[in-house]
Nanobody, 123 residues
Framework: QVQLVESGGGLVQAGGSLRLSCAAS????????MGWFRQAPGKEREFVAA????????YYAGSVKGQFTISRDNAKNTVYLQMHSLKPEDTAVYYC????????????????WGQGTQVTVSS
């Protein structure tokens, strides 16, 4: 089992920044890929970014590339999502997730999920 706890969400003005954290515990994470997804009201959950724990390779959705950065801290077993130049359309609940696959941007293929953290961007 892997337990994931997100934090760092909140209310921010357009153009602002936030850093989300995902603290992971449980199994050794070196064999997992960690992902961030988001879900806005009335919309499907969408892939944002992923990082492979073993080698740090990163993957981004086209809509956030250059705006968001995913990273990990091995010592703290924590994954981060640094978000810059936030826009109202970035408003969503952001979820951290873990998959045993090499890489995936497909939510159903992720095995473990956090409870989510709300990000609201005001115009």
């Amino acid at each position: 089992q892997v337990q994931l706890v997100e934090s760092g969400g909140g209310l921010v003005q357009a153009g602002g920044s936030l850093r989300l954290s995902c603290a992971a515990s449980g199994r050794t994470l070196s064999s997992y890929t960690m992902g961030w997804f988001r879900q806005a009201p009335g919309k499907e959950r969408e892939f944002v970014a992923a990082i492979r724990w073993s080698d740090g390779n990163t993957y981004y959705a086209g809509s956030v590339k250059g705006q968001f950065t995913i990273s990990r801290d091995n010592a703290k077993n924590t994954v981060y999502l640094q978000m810059h130049s936030l826009k109202p359309e970035d408003t969503a609940v952001y979820y951290c997730a873990a998959t045993h696959l090499y890489y995936s941007n497909y939510a159903p293929l992720y095995d473990y999920w956090g409870q989510g953290t709300q990000v609201t961007v005001s115009s």
